[in-house]
């Protein structure tokens, strides 16, 4: 039984109300098998169209709505895998999307490169989009409820702080959980910052992955990157952004009124998942013992807090703040007006709230996130 990915019923909620959908996510994350559970489901009136075929590509280059729709045939809803491929993708789904209103399209796509540019301005207020992560927590939680399997918090944890969250490894499927992880953080996963727009340095990307793998949880300098890999500073910012688009990493941003003393610039950079990045570095063996383990904690929560932020549909604003004296806060939330903080610490260790966060920003609050009491922070 495969893991039920909980964006599933929001995506039913949105099917033939006249909006394309489309869905994002990184390579190998389960957007086929999601797709294929919703062909499964319509039968007949569904086909699968795999952008990858040249002529399928070729077919919906052409610009013409009743061309259009006599290639996608006889049906109601048409799945668009690796839609980014096709050129101009977004008028060809415009075109779709206002001259048959009656068929229901779902684009997929493994990075936002090309996708996300090419249909925001073409089908504003046409699209509804969703982003499908590795498995949660929640998730998993869930299946193995299913399953008539034991869910033991404290084991899931290690496991995905050493090994990831993709569905072959969250799953158990894979037998060689080490083996897979290498092979997917090898090439496979950026497949699409290699491929786009032909770059010219793919040994100064796998060396840049390897430095921010080293610095999770820590502000990031591009001008200190831009140095160790002697490249220069926009190469840098460029590669970044090509890696947040393909889904390999993310950033967040520090929180500042310009109050003196704040940092405002430098982001903090976090991994889509765990076991690429221990794979990246080649320290997949064990969990105990590692000094990196407050990183991968950290990482580990404000990836999860993420996936239940589109879960739970929640609008909030996520930063992190730290001032220039090295007082700091991990994670932040700002909505309803107020700010709300966490600090993650894989042990028993302790944290004094800084007092000029508590003083600057009124009615805020701060919680220290641990094992004891992440279940109320990541699956409430």
Not at 45 to 54: G, P, S, V
Not at 117 to 139: Q, W
Not at 146 to 158: I, P, T, V, Y
Request: proline share 3%.
């Amino acid at each position: 039984m495969n893991i039920e990915r909980s964006i599933k019923k929001d995506i039913d909620k949105w099917l033939f109300k006249g909006k394309l959908i489309v869905i994002y996510g990184p390579r190998r994350v389960g957007k086929t098998t999601l797709v294929n559970e919703i062909l499964a489901e319509h039968g007949k009136d569904a086909r699968y169209i795999e952008c990858d075929n040249l002529h399928n590509r070729q077919a919906l280059e052409v610009y013409d709505d009743k061309k259009l729709r006599e290639f996608l045939g006889p049906g109601k809803i048409f799945i668009i895998d690796e839609a980014q491929r096709v050129l101009n993708i977004g008028l060809t789904l415009k075109l779709l999307v206002d001259y048959h209103p009656d068929i229901q399209i779902i684009a997929t796509g493994s990075s936002s490169f090309d996708l996300s540019n090419k249909i925001s301005e073409p089908l504003t207020g046409r699209a509804v989009s969703f982003t499908l992560y590795p498995i949660s927590l929640f998730e998993l939680k869930a299946w193995m409820d299913k399953s008539g399997k034991k869910f033991d918090l404290n084991e899931s944890l290690r496991q995905a702080l050493l090994l990831g969250s993709y569905p072959e490894i969250a799953s158990g499927k894979s037998m060689e959980p080490g083996d897979y992880l290498r092979d997917l953080s090898s090439n496979y996963l950026y497949k699409d910052v290699f491929e786009y727009e032909g770059l010219r340095k793919p040994d100064v990307l796998v060396k840049l992955l390897q430095l921010l793998a080293y610095q999770v949880g820590n502000e990031v300098s591009y001008n200190e990157l831009a140095v160790k890999l002697e490249v220069g500073r926009e190469t840098v910012i460029r590669y970044i952004d090509l890696l947040e688009k393909a889904f390999v990493l993310f950033r967040l941003r520090p929180y500042s009124r310009n109050l003196r003393n704040e940092i405002g610039k430098k982001n903090k950079i976090y991994f889509y998942d765990l076991g690429v990045r221990n794979a990246i570095i080649g320290a997949l063996e064990t969990i105990d013992g590692r000094d990196d383990i407050g990183a991968l904690w950290e990482n580990f929560c404000v990836l999860e807090r993420q996936k239940l932020t589109q879960e739970k549909h929640w609008h909030r604003n996520p930063f992190f703040w730290r001032t220039m004296a090295g007082k700091e806060i991990d994670y932040l939330e700002e909505y309803d007006g107020r700010l709300y903080g966490y600090e993650f610490k894989w042990g028993t260790a302790s944290y004094s709230i800084p007092r000029e966060f508590l003083d600057a920003y009124k009615n805020s609050s701060v919680v220290v996130v641990n094992r004891a009491n992440c279940g109320d922070f990541l699956m409430p």
